[in-house]
């Protein structure tokens, strides 16, 4: 073998992709399927998508790579798969999907449940986790199938996440990764395995024992490609598939932040922080650190959930000159946007926005503010100051976990697509007064999960050599403290003030609401 490569599939929202990565951290070969439509929604928030169309998606790139590099495809040591969290499929006991996949993006809300035992609702209510509680059951597919499709539920033999769905596909086993276990199921994500029955959190995910499966740490051989899979795929009957964990997780460990002084920052759908420690650490009360692909590790993190969808949203609503302008220079209207922040100071002449669009777990109140309009505004004002927002709201996590766990975070990788502006990368660097760091590739999860396919078979002795070789700084953007020192006066005196000033109102607007019973506006 002249050059040992892993074959790596990253299942992403948006497309498939299918790459042989070598241990220098190259993309040797890549094949990519954009999905049309990334989902389904039958229902106003709701988002849905076959669940074979995944696996049909993985066998298309998986066979159209090998077409492009048959020279290479003997040089393949083991297969990796890396996806989405947070993606349910029900099967039944052939492993027959009952209903299509339930995405993370998904906004259904689950009702009529049953009531949590008095006891259980009171040992909530007295460490103040009550309405959080309410909101995850809420929130969880689990409970919206169970609820309104009762002959689904009781035909459910697994209740798989996306990415044992895959797993199961490629080596006819319902086993899965840890740091694959992210979402809205029963499990403890600080003992690595799923929650005892007499957990008290057990009621927040009902699924019975029975419908789970089992479970194995990053680094761990899976299981091997059966007949079928190698049909379909073109993978070699018996290869080996390597555990290793979702796309955030190998995002992260393919920045090379599996040190304490290191902070991930995700610019995608949903933004991020994230770091790595060799302890477990809740980066909010009431919020699991989770499982990382490295073993005896977590990864606690801070999402936003609406992140660089309010990019798409400004685009949307309000950047359609951009837009014809940049289909006339035959460029992405994202970068055409991203030039004119230069025309916008820092701190956008007093306009702060905060990016809580959605509510989330521990903020169950919250929703998205701006203040300080004044008649110099514009719409690139506007912009500039959705991304301030954001990191002013990463930022906040980033400080709440150093604190939580004693830490002090002194450089950032950033990924995702914002990542791919340097503008954005500048201003991240000044709002945070860290430098920032880019990559050498975008393929940032499926490098991750590469490398630890490659200490699994003994390429690499541990992660840090795989990561000397396999990771490379190609930008850093360097800090500008003057900008720093204005950035970091308005996080602290109006960024944090906000929601705390605002959340009575929004409380208050709920209850006229629910007064008057109404339920929401129709858009024209």
């Known amino acids: 073998m002249n050059q040992p490569l892993i074959l790596t599939f990253d299942m992403g929202t948006q497309s498939a992709r299918a790459m042989l990565v070598d241990q220098n951290g190259n993309i040797v070969k890549k094949a990519q399927k954009r999905y049309e439509p990334p989902y389904i929604s039958r ?245 699991p650190a989770y499982p990382a692909v490295l073993k005896n590790c977590y990864n606690p993190e801070v999402q936003i959930s609406r992140g660089y969808w309010l990019v798409s949203w400004f685009k949307r609503e309000f950047g359609m000159k951009e837009t014809q302008e940049a289909n006339a220079l035959g460029i992405s209207p994202e970068e055409l946007l991203n030039r004119r922040l230069k025309e916008i100071p820092a701190g956008c002449d007093g306009l702060v926005l905060q990016p809580y669009f959605t509510p989330g777990i521990t903020m169950p109140k919250a929703k998205g503010a701006v203040i300080g309009f004044s008649d110099v505004h514009t719409r690139i004002h506007i912009y500039r100051a959705i991304l301030e927002g954001i990191n002013f709201a990463l930022m906040d996590g980033l400080r709440t976990m150093e604190k939580r766990g004693g830490l002090k975070v002194k450089d950032l990788y950033v990924a995702g697509g914002g990542s791919q502006s340097d503008e954005i990368c500048q201003i991240t660097a000044n709002m945070f007064g860290l430098p920032v760091h880019r990559i050498q590739t975008h393929e940032v999860s499926g490098l991750g999960s590469s490398m630890i396919a490659f200490v699994s078979k003994g390429v690499f002795s541990n992660i840090q050599d795989a990561a000397e070789s396999m990771v490379h700084i190609s930008s850093t953007f360097v800090p500008d403290m003057v900008e720093h020192k204005l950035y970091k006066a308005i996080y602290n005196e109006i960024f944090q003030k906000i929601f705390p000033r605002l959340i009575p109102l929004y409380k208050k607007h709920e209850e006229i609401k629910e007064n008057l019973h109404v339920t929401s506006i129709p858009r024209l």
Not at 107 to 129: E, N, Y
Not at 176 to 181: E, I, K, P, Q
């Open 43 to 287: 229902q106003p928030g709701w988002a849905e998508q076959r669940a074979e169309f995944y696996w049909e998606s993985l066998c298309e790139v998986s066979l159209r790579l090998k077409e492009e590099a048959k020279d290479l495809w003997n040089n393949i040591l083991a297969v990796t798969i890396t996806s989405i969290r947070d993606t349910c499929v029900c099967v039944d006991s052939d492993g027959k999907p009952l209903r299509d996949a339930i995405l993370w993006v998904d906004k259904r809300d689950a009702h009529g449940l049953p009531k949590i035992p008095a006891s259980t609702k009171a040992a909530f209510c007295a460490v103040g986790m009550y309405d959080s509680v309410k909101l995850q059951r809420r929130m969880s597919a689990c409970n919206w199938i169970r609820v309104n499709e009762p002959d689904i539920w009781k035909k459910t033999y697994k209740f798989l996440m996306l990415s044992t769905y895959l797993k199961y596909r490629m080596i006819g086993q319902y086993v899965d990764s840890c740091a694959d276990l992210i979402g809205h199921i029963p499990f403890d994500s600080k003992g690595r395995r799923w929650m005892k029955v007499n957990d008290m959190k057990r009621c927040i995910f009902e699924i019975e024992p029975e419908k789970l499966y089992s479970v194995v740490e990053p680094g761990e051989v899976m299981g091997r490609v059966t007949q079928k899979a190698s049909e379909e795929t073109g993978i070699p009957e018996g290869f080996e598939l390597i555990a290793t964990g979702s796309d955030k997780g190998c995002e992260t460990l393919g920045l090379s932040c599996f040190e304490k002084t290191k902070a991930a920052l995700s610019f995608g759908t949903t933004a991020t922080v994230q770091i790595t420690t060799d302890f477990y650490m809740e980066p909010l009360p009431f919020i």
